[in-house]
């Protein structure tokens, strides 16, 4: 490993974990990610990899059978696991982030009923908040669920489910009449229990299977169907409606900095290809690591890899010291991502044509990139989200 990305005051626990990922990723991902990435296929023997290692539980409480490890040792093994292939992370995020949701949220019942299975990866999650016709804009969705006796009836579409076939367990933000003047306390979050995989997986809610992607293949990003759907009341997160959106933003404030640390990843993996190739390259009868054009490109690449993983690892320690980090987390995955974005057309540029070539590891980082910049909310998001705090901070 080398001088850059590293973290300092990690506890011999920490350390051990990042040291057994990060030669899982060596030794298992990057060999077969190429291959697996062309193929669009799902991952299954990495991922029993990283249910035996306990990926699945890191930050689930011991009580439930998990690791109780911190959102900082998580977005450690997000970014080795990203440096290996960013869709084996994207698996592991939207569990992450449901199971975050019924620690923090969750009724006792639903934290003893859900926490154990998930922890042993048996039961994987996936969060619904994105419609076609709105993204960003959380407000606008029009997916609803009308209280009929002790179930609710769910009707509506939802986008860009991922993990939305491999999942059991779906976190579903939806309309509800709560009565309230702001449309932000008429939402509710359910927690869809569902079979994996393709067609009608429930009655009245169907996966109609995968979206096809430029990027980020392997992990299956879908649509989400409810036609009629009846779910029982007590399957609301919390146990009560209207705290939806509430719980989906603390959901996602941890999820940009799974984004940021996913970032951080790619973009290390694409220097170490470029440093790699540059030293075996020669133009000019030299290699060209004694160009300078080359030199000062590596140098500014080195920089923001270096810039990037810092400012990740201050926005999970502030969630971790119990502070709210939307400020920090959103700066993270800003900086993290455009930075990612430059580092890898870097790496790009430095490999010349071979980089086209679906040979070449740079080729697929280069299509990986760009989802990085709108996953968890776009750059433009992230800085409403910067400047709405900055103005109360020093107002």
């Known amino acids: 490993m080398g001088r850059l990305a590293r973290t300092d005051g990690l506890s011999g626990t920490q350390r ?6 990060r030669d899982f990723v060596d030794k298992e991902v990057l060999p077969v990610a190429g291959d697996l990435d062309r ?5 299954d023997a990495l991922v029993a990899g990283l249910r035996d290692l306990g990926v699945f539980g890191l930050m689930i409480p011991e009580e439930y059978g998990g690791l109780g490890e911190s959102l900082l040792t998580y977005a450690l093994v997000v970014e080795e696991l990203s440096r290996g292939w960013m869709s084996l992370s994207g698996i592991v995020n939207t569990h992450f982030i449901v ?19 998930m922890a042993a990866g048996g039961l994987r999650g996936a969060f619904s ?6 993204g960003s804009d959380v407000a606008a969705i029009r997916t609803r669920a009308v209280r009929d006796g002790d179930e609710y009836v769910i009707d509506g579409q939802k986008m860009w489910l991922t993990n939305g076939g491999s999942s059991s367990l779906v976190a579903v933000l939806v309309k509800t009449d709560e009565g309230h003047a ?6 509710t979050t359910f927690l869809v229990e569902k079979e994996p995989g393709f067609g009608e997986v429930a009655p ?7 979206i096809q992607k430029m990027g980020y293949k392997g992990v299956d990003t879908t649509e989400l169907l409810f036609d009629g759907f009846r779910i029982p009341a007590g399957q609301i997160l919390g146990g009560a409606p209207g705290a939806g959106f509430y719980q989906m933003m603390d959901g996602v404030e941890v999820g940009r900095v799974n984004v940021a640390a996913r970032a951080c990843g790619v973009a290390l993996r694409a220097l170490e290809l470029a440093v790699g190739y540059a030293r075996r390259r020669e133009t000019f009868g030299r290699p060209i690591t004694e160009h300078q054009a080359v030199r000062f490109r590596l140098a500014e690449m080195a920089t923001k890899v270096e810039a990037a993983h810092q400012m990740t690892v201050m926005a999970a320690r502030v969630k971790d010291s119990g502070d709210r980090n939307d400020l920090e987390a959103g700066m993270a995955k800003y900086l993290a991502s455009e930075y990612c974005k430059e580092v890898v057309e870097d790496a790009f540029r430095i490999h010349g044509g071979y980089a086209y070539s ?6 697929r980082l280069y299509r990986d990139a760009p989802m990085l910049l709108i996953g968890e909310g776009t750059a433009d998001i992230q800085k409403m989200i910067i400047s709405d705090r900055v103005l109360k901070e020093y107002g």
């Open 16 to 21: 051990e974990i990042l040291a057994t990922v």
């Open 39 to 43: 193929a669009d296929a799902y991952p």
């Open 99 to 117: 199971a975050y949701m019924v620690r923090q949220h969750g009724t006792a019942e639903q934290r003893a009923r859900h926490l154990p299975r």
């Open 129 to 134: 908040m994105s419609e076609p016709g709105c």
């Open 182 to 187: 702001s449309v932000h306390r008429n939402m």
């Open 204 to 210: 009245g809610l169907t996966i109609p299977g995968k």
């Open 358 to 363: 679906t040979e070449y590891e740079i080729e």
